[in-house]
């Protein structure tokens, strides 16, 4: 079963944030079309991996989807893009509010053409506020939420590589969606869900801020150690790096007693969580000097058998490779045109035990799916010709 099988989602997503709302909406079953520029949109092409020179994040962020192309702006885009959105049930679009209504997109121009239409948008800072009319990517809301300041070391503010804050922000979007939907289901009634990079980012670090609201911490960086529990930081091995994290006191007391030194759990600077992490150089030079004399396998081992949570640090060639993923089946070997060999794609990381969330389709090419979507509106050959010579499509 799919749970949302019937639903059409036209996706004019961008980068990231939109278009992983509409993968995730695709992996539960909607029907979601990828509405593109004629000539393709930007991220279609951001670090490129295929012959013609595909983007790899694009092979993940619209799995499950259909490819179709549009110029909205010329008056027969504005045409289609109305039959289209008469058939859809939600709209996602992560572009500026005044380019939204300029394209007809916004919510009251849906509103009229579909009264129930959910549209579902993502913004850097939010629709309105003194940055309302600013655009931003997910480094930026990283460096204004306090997550730069607090990573890396205190002479350089640094951003995490991969961008969570985008992710996130997708996944909201993605909760908020089928919240409409449930809702409408309800009520009969539609709604603008907004999705923010900044409130995303706020959200995630949100403990830390209010920390700092009630105590004034004034927290500065200090690499990979933690600062509110020990031992939380990266180790070197004999052979490579581990990862250990180390939170509450029975976490702590198993870690004592692999170290084999009770005095951990009677010294007074180490009672609580907030103690360690006063104290969490003193706790990670300890445990570096265990780790140092061991492999990373056989640190994993005896750190498994004690039940004290670790990882290893693995390059990403490694991590395509590590067991648990292969055994798993987090990433699904994906054939897409002008690949040398299939794209590990991510499916849903979810699993349900009564719906299939797999991965059904690839990603599609530059408006693969256009004449058929324009068939499915009503339109004939002789009219896509005319679309297509005229560049609507």
């Not at 079309?33 to 991996?49: C, H, M, Q, W, Y």
């Not at 849903?348 to 389709?361: H, N, Q, T, W, Y």
């Amino acid at each position: 079963m799919e749970i949302l099988r019937g639903v059409r989602v036209l996706d004019f997503g961008r980068y990231i944030a939109g278009p992983f709302c509409g993968a995730l909406l695709a992996d539960l079953g909607a029907d979601v079309i990828r509405v593109e520029k004629v000539a393709g949109s930007e991220d279609r092409f951001t670090a490129p991996v295929t012959e013609d020179a595909h983007g790899s994040a694009f092979l993940t962020l619209n799995r499950n989807k259909r490819g179709f192309t549009l110029n909205p702006r010329k008056p027969e885009g504005q045409h289609v893009l109305r039959k289209l959105v008469a058939t859809a049930d939600v709209v996602i679009a992560n572009l500026p509010p005044d380019t939204l209504a300029s394209m007809g997109m916004d919510y009251a121009s849906l509103s009229r053409i579909k009264p129930d239409i959910i549209l579902t948008t993502s913004t850097a800072f939010g629709a309105g506020g003194p940055y309302g009319h600013r655009v931003g990517f997910d480094g930026v809301a990283q460096a204004m939420s306090g997550n730069m300041h607090l990573t890396g070391y205190p002479n350089e503010p640094m951003k995490n590589y991969f961008p969570y804050v985008d992710y996130t922000t997708g996944t909201l979007n993605a909760l908020g969606t089928v919240s409409a939907l449930l809702h409408r289901a309800n009520t009969g009634e539609g709604q603008h869900v907004e999705g923010c990079l900044l409130a995303s980012a706020l959200t995630v670090a949100n403990g830390v801020l209010i920390e700092e609201a009630i105590l004034h911490k004034n927290r500065s960086a200090t690499g990979n150690r933690g600062q509110t529990a020990a031992p939380t930081d990266v180790f070197r091995t004999s052979d490579g790096w581990l990862l250990v994290q180390v939170v509450g006191n029975p976490l702590f007391e198993r870690w004592a007693k692999l170290m084999g030194e009770p005095q951990w759990l009677t010294d007074p600077r180490y009672a609580t969580d907030e103690a360690r992490g006063d104290n969490a150089a003193d706790i990670s030079r300890r445990m570096a000097a265990w780790t140092a004399q061991r492999t990373t396998a056989e640190a994993v081992a005896e750190l498994e058998a004690a039940r004290v949570p670790c990882g290893e640090v693995l390059t990403p060639a490694q991590a395509l490779e590590n067991e648990q993923v292969v055994a798993q089946g987090f990433l699904v070997p994906t054939d897409y045109p002008g690949l040398p060999r299939p794209a590990p794609v991510a499916r849903m990381p979810l699993d349900f035990s009564k719906a299939e969330v797999g991965i059904r389709r690839r990603a599609p090419t530059l408006g693969e799916h256009t004449n058929e979507i324009l068939a499915e509106l009503g339109y004939d050959a002789d009219a896509v010709e005319r679309l297509r010579a005229d560049r609507v499509v």
